[in-house]
């Protein structure tokens, strides 16, 4: 479709799939796996069709760039430094964020599906994009599924928009309930809790910091935990609890067949594809 006007308030419907197959030709002409290529496209997306733009495929641009920099291994081997039935710490070794987050998630799912909680540190990572898509992961089956971030101090490209998200199983789990929090909103129990998970898990260091002026360039560290209510005896008063708590989103959207896109971002993308000669129709 052709943008009829240059307002950069306006949202351009794409066709997922189209979107889907260039973000991962493009990161695989920077060396990425095609394998790990889909997770970041579906992590993107899943951004942009919650209108979390700031996090979505308008950013790939800057993560394509870091790439030709140095500043993110496309093809980062994600090592996992020590390991408990209940814990991890992995290492994401200057990678996609997008990449080690949801390895990690899948990980702490496992955990939690055989002793009731899994908990997983990541360390030396690039930013994720949306926390709340991560933590989704887990609501999608039938998980407690949180996600806290500690980033580097000062300077004034911003990693993550919102420090925690959680994301609540819903009955059917069709349409998981996601919050996200702003660090100076956290309250006292869960501040702790992201100290915590910041600092290390099972004796893992954090990362070193040193904010840089490129966002994707910067180092960040994670927390995922996943709660089975099955397995931790309680399930019906956890998921009275969970209920209770207000979401900020939910996302029954997700399995929208176009994705709604700003102008500037579609028009950007529509010229990367040109440079491949990868047609779309934006």
Request: glycine share 8%.
């Amino acid at each position: 479709m052709e943008p009829s006007s240059s307002d950069p308030t306006l949202i351009l419907e794409v066709d997922r799939a189209t979107l889907h197959q260039l973000i991962v030709k493009l990161l695989q002409r920077k060396g990425m796996f095609a394998a790990e290529g889909e997770i970041v496209a579906e992590r993107m997306i899943e951004a942009d069709l919650l209108q979390r733009f700031g996090d979505g495929t308008g950013t790939l641009t800057e993560y394509l760039d870091a790439m030709d920099l140095g500043d993110i291994d496309p093809r980062a081997r994600i090592i996992i430094v020590s390991e408990t039935a209940a814990t991890a710490v992995l290492d994401g070794s200057t990678g996609m964020g997008h990449v080690a987050t949801t390895k990690a998630v899948a990980m702490a799912i496992e955990k939690a599906n055989a002793v009731g909680i899994g908990t997983v540190f990541v360390k030396n990572s690039r930013p994720c994009g949306d926390l709340a898509g991560i933590a989704s992961l887990a609501a999608k089956q039938g998980l407690f599924g949180l996600v806290t971030t500690s980033f580097p101090e000062g300077g004034n490209a911003p990693v993550h928009n919102h420090d925690v998200a959680w994301s609540i199983p819903s009955p059917d789990q069709s349409t998981p309930r996601i919050h996200r929090q702003q660090s100076q909103n956290i309250d006292a129990s869960l501040a702790i809790l992201c100290s915590v998970l910041s600092t290390g898990l099972s004796g893992a260091g954090a990362s070193p910091r040193k904010r840089k002026a490129v966002r994707a360039a910067n180092t960040v560290d994670y927390g995922i935990i996943a709660v089975s209510p099955d397995k931790i005896g309680t399930k019906e008063a956890f998921m009275t609890m969970c209920q209770s708590l207000s979401p900020t989103a939910s996302e029954s959207s997700l399995n929208e067949t176009t994705v709604p896109l700003k102008q500037a971002d579609a028009s950007q993308l529509a010229e990367l594809a040109t440079k491949i000669k990868f047609p779309v129709s934006w």
